[in-house]
């Protein structure tokens, strides 16, 4: 025989229902931000206005949402905002990426790795080894140069030019004859990267060494960081269209989801 359902569980459902109504409410006000009607807020999140409107007064009575007075149009309050903004904060891209990163090395068994855009240039910051006896050898804190790794040209392809200039100027200046010294070359090979969503070089930096490499990104759409897989040529094969790049992308497409990013 079934026991009949307490008041507690019926009540404690009907919280959880009310959080995921509210919350639906404030994903629909971040969605048609900066403001919208009652109206298209209802057709937005497919309920009654009557409903909508009840709940809109309980957000605004604790600050998540807030109505212009002159246009009656509805916007996320202040409280929102101060979540979110924290909820951004603390999206620190090492954190984010490890666990991707890790699984990344178990799929391929080939050394992952992540790096961040630091003072010097690419920096690496974290790094998953491959477990086996032939291995690439990368070391944490090692800053990889912007022309000549398959992760600085991603970071030469992403960030302003005015963050990489100086940089670019150094490594043309070496006096060996560079291909990306040519203004054009250089212009065209960024924006194959952009439009490809990664890079692989053969032996670039190191002989023997293949690498893929494919970009992370912030909320704001900016690049946070690169996802680098590097392996000896003769066991692993950087093809932009193996099955190895795509687990590469599919990779850096979570973190940077998780980062807040929804591309356009």
């Known amino acids: 025989m079934e026991k009949p ?5 019926s009540t404690g459902k009907q919280k959880v229902r009310s959080a995921e109504v509210g919350t639906d409410i ?16 209802a057709e937005h999140v497919q309920m009654p206005a009557s409903k909508v409107h009840r709940y809109l007064q309980a957000l605004i009575a604790s600050g998540f949402a807030e109505q212009n007075s002159a246009t009656n149009h509805y916007g996320l309050g202040r409280e929102a905002l101060r979540v979110g903004l924290a ?13 991707p990163l890790a699984e990344l090395r178990d799929e391929l ?18 790094i998953e080894p491959a477990v086996r006896a032939v291995t690439v050898v990368t070391q944490l804190g090692s800053v990889l140069p ?10 030469n392809a992403y960030l302003p030019q005015r963050e990489t200039l100086d ?12 291909a990306l010294a040519d203004e054009q070359v250089h212009d065209a090979l960024a924006e194959q990267i952009r439009q490809r969503g990664l890079h692989h070089v053969h032996g670039l930096l190191m002989p023997g060494v293949d690498a893929l490499s494919a ?42 989801w998780r980062m807040g990013y929804q591309p356009q």
């Not at 359902?5 to 569980?9: G, H, T």
């Not at 912007?146 to 991603?154: A, E, K, N």
Request: hydrophobic share 45%; with cysteine; aromatic share 4%.
């Open 5 to 9: 359902r307490s008041i507690s569980d």
């Open 26 to 41: 404030l994903k629909a006000l971040a969605e048609l931000s900066p403001a919208t009607s009652l109206s298209r807020l």
């Open 87 to 99: 909820a951004l904060g603390s999206m620190d891209v090492l954190k984010v990426a490890t666990l």
């Open 109 to 126: 068994n080939e050394t992952c790795f992540l790096a961040v855009w630091g003072n010097q240039g690419a920096t690496v910051v974290h």
């Open 146 to 155: 912007l022309l000549s790794s398959s992760t600085g040209l991603v970071f």
């Open 167 to 178: 940089l670019r100027q150094q490594e043309l200046a070496t006096g060996s004859p560079h």
């Open 215 to 256: 970009p992370v990104f912030d909320a704001t759409g900016k690049i946070a960081a690169v996802l680098t897989v590097v392996g000896p040529t003769s066991l692993f094969h950087a093809d932009e269209h193996g099955p190895a790049a795509q687990r590469l992308l599919a990779a850096s497409s979570a973190v940077s």
